[in-house]
């Protein structure tokens, strides 16, 4: 007497390939969404690392314009202040923790297809 698996992969394989064909799904699903979150942390992370270069010029040009004038203007601390700030937004944003558990929905539907194999395995063993 076969195990239920075989005789449900003998009996109806467009039932099998149909669940393959789901779990090709979930995957390509499930590495977009773990993709687009890598991306969106990456492209944070170069805009900070050009905030931060960009604020230091800015801070570098409004001390030598301040020297230059010998006065202080609230211009020349606003404008690389802006930088600096967008700096740490992009930071903050690159090295936050990731709020997804990447590929969670797929661990949970194959620990259920192995509990159900498992159920259908004791079954066959009783009788």
């Known amino acids: 007497m076969l195990h239920p698996i075989f005789s449900t992969v003998l009996g109806h394989p467009d039932l099998v390939a149909e669940h393959l064909a789901n779990y090709a799904a979930l995957v390509r699903q499930e590495s977009a969404q773990a993709g687009r979150g890598l991306v969106a942390r990456i492209i944070a992370g170069v805009l900070a690392a050009a905030s931060v270069m960009l604020a230091l010029g ?27 700030v967008i700096a740490a937004i992009c930071g903050w944003y690159a090295t936050r923790p990731s709020p997804s558990h990447g590929f969670e929905d797929l661990r949970s539907q194959l620990e259920a297809d192995l509990q159900a194999l498992r159920a259908a395995g004791a079954d066959h063993d009783a009788r």
Request: net charge neutral; hydrophobic share 70%; proline share 4%.
């Open 58 to 84: 800015l801070i570098g040009v409004a001390v030598l314009l301040g020297v230059l004038h010998g006065s202080f203007h609230w211009v020349l601390v606003a404008v690389p202040g802006a930088a600096v």
